[in-house]
């Protein structure tokens, strides 16, 4: 099956710093997802990339895609104590989504 | 911002009892989605709903859960006789589908606990 899987699974750092979590899946797709989940929260769509597209950016997050190696990574830059929460990334092929197991960010102010 | 509303936010029921699942879509939006994820796991796909017909469901929605719509509005899951492991947040989710690039945005969720 299509899994996009997360790594690192927890990461912790300060406030300032960048924040890089990758994320690998298995099979062709469309577009893979980014999402983020406060604890015990809805989630929060944050990007899209198409599988023709290979970075996109938006305000402090920057996301890449390597089709050939089928991974994506999100980089948050200049983290702040609020970005504190579960990352996701999804993969679609038709209209379903199939999510990974997620990176724990969590940033010390 | 146009979002998904999801009531309850809570519930809590006992084994074997029926519980609907209330969402409103974006408006305008075509594609209907159900996924849950248990406490400390994955999210999980249940069921894609589009033109009034099931599109996809993954093996989790057996004979005990169905989807409605039951007007232009509402987006109904229904789960006929709850299990222990039927405990989750159902999140309900809606796209535009390729004409508004597959973006699919979520609700917040209602917790279910089966008790």
């Known amino acids: 099956s299509q899994q996009g899987e997360e790594d690192p699974q927890a990461l912790s750092i300060q406030e300032g710093e960048n924040a890089t979590m990758n994320c690998s899946y298995k099979?062709?797709?469309?577009?893979l997802q980014w999402y983020r989940q406060n604890s015990g929260r809805g989630l929060v769509h944050l990007i899209l990339?198409?599988?023709?597209?290979r970075e996109k950016h938006s305000g402090r997050l920057r996301v890449t895609l390597d089709t050939s190696k089928k991974s994506s990574s999100l980089l948050i830059t200049a983290s702040r104590a609020a970005d504190t929460a579960s990352y996701f990334c999804?993969?679609?092929?038709?209209?379903?989504?199939?999510f990974g197991t997620g990176t724990r960010l969590q940033v010390f102010p | 911002e146009p979002e998904v509303t999801q009531t309850p936010s809570h519930q809590v029921t006992q084994m074997g009892q029926e519980v609907i699942l209330r969402c409103v879509p974006i408006?305008?939006?075509?594609?209907f989605y159900w996924y849950r994820q248990i406490l400390g796991q994955k999210v999980e796909f249940l069921v894609s709903?589009?033109?009034?017909?099931?599109?996809?469901k993954s093996e989790i929605f057996d004979d005990q859960f169905s989807v409605e719509r039951p007007d232009g509005s509402n987006f109904t899951l229904k789960i006929r006789s709850t299990k222990l492991e039927d405990s989750a947040m159902y999140f309900c989710?809606?796209?535009?589908?390729?004409?508004?690039?597959?973006?699919?945005?979520f609700g917040e969720g209602s917790w279910l606990t089966v008790v």
């Open positions: 999804a993969t679609g092929e038709s209209d379903k989504l199939i």
């Open positions: 990339i198409r599988s023709n597209e």
């Open positions: 989710a809606s796209s535009g589908g390729p004409l508004t690039g597959n973006t699919i945005y």
């Open positions: 408006s305008n939006h075509l594609y």
């Open positions: 099979t062709s797709i469309n577009n």
């Open positions: 709903f589009y033109n009034n017909e099931i599109s996809e």
